[in-house]
């Protein structure tokens, strides 16, 4: 069974720019979920989506947003980018919301 | 709002002897699971072990054990046998049992092995 895929693996915009990250979670799981790395603020939870619906919903501004496919996969999207959002963004994935998350790879982002 | 809490940034031991990484939480929900993930160089997160709160017998996956006391919050994973590939970040995280997967994650410890 393949894993978590996200695509790109890497990234460089400009501040201002807008930008889409892309989750193919696990096939059969309907849960996925994103979080944000970064060496000052660690994990940070961003939101899950579970059967095309937002579940939860971390604390970032508006300018991050997702959304979720009929198929499961995810899309997460920040828009007027500003540096500090240069971080690594993982996604995972899981069959249901009360089942062990499975992570993939990760996108580093890095905004100049 | 739960958090969690690694007090050690850095861990370092000898390549076949055991370590313990600690770990804190807070919360007042009385239904949640505890994790412990292994990030490697390769930045993928890992799970390595589970543990459900209602369960009080600590959770075992081969070389890997926890020491979970509910009362005092706490939440260690210890490593057997170290390995060179244990080597990488470890992250302790905590769950809340209500349904939404939402992780909430500890600082990491970078555990080290020394050959």
């Known amino acids: 069974k393949a894993g978590v895929t996200q695509t790109p693996r890497y990234l460089i915009k400009t501040r201002g720019q807008q930008v889409t990250l892309s989750c193919s979670p696990i096939?059969?799981?309907?849960?996925v979920s994103w979080y944000q790395q970064t060496p000052g603020q660690g994990l940070q939870f961003l939101f899950e989506?579970?059967?095309?619906?937002?579940?939860n919903k971390g604390n970032f501004p508006g300018r991050f947003s997702g959304r979720q496919f009929s198929n499961s996969r995810s899309e997460m999207n920040v828009s007027t980018l500003e540096l500090g959002d240069s971080a690594l963004y993982l996604c995972?994935?899981?069959?249901?919301?009360?089942?062990?998350?499975?992570f993939g790879q990760g996108t580093r982002l890095t905004v100049v | 709002a739960q958090t969690v809490t690694q007090s050690q940034p850095e861990m370092s031991v000898q390549e076949a002897e055991t370590v313990t990484l600690s770990c804190t939480y807070d919360?007042?929900?009385?239904?949640?699971?505890l994790f412990w993930y292994k990030q490697p160089p390769s930045r993928q997160m890992i799970l390595v072990i589970r543990?459900?709160?209602?369960?009080?017998q600590n959770a075992t996956e081969n070389r890997f054990s926890v020491n979970f006391q509910k009362a005092a919050k706490s939440f260690s994973l210890k490593i057997s046998d170290s390995q060179l590939g244990d080597a990488a970040m470890y992250f302790c995280?905590?769950?809340?049992?209500?349904?939404?997967?939402?992780?909430?994650f500890g600082q990491g410890t970078r555990l080290t092995i020394n050959p």
């Open positions: 995972a994935s899981s069959p249901q919301s009360h089942t062990e998350a499975f």
């Open positions: 096939s059969g799981h309907r849960s």
């Open positions: 989506y579970f059967s095309e619906t937002q579940r």
């Open positions: 919360t007042s929900e009385s239904d949640y699971y």
């Open positions: 543990q459900e709160a209602y369960k009080q």
């Open positions: 995280a905590y769950r809340s049992g209500e349904g939404a997967q939402k992780l909430v």
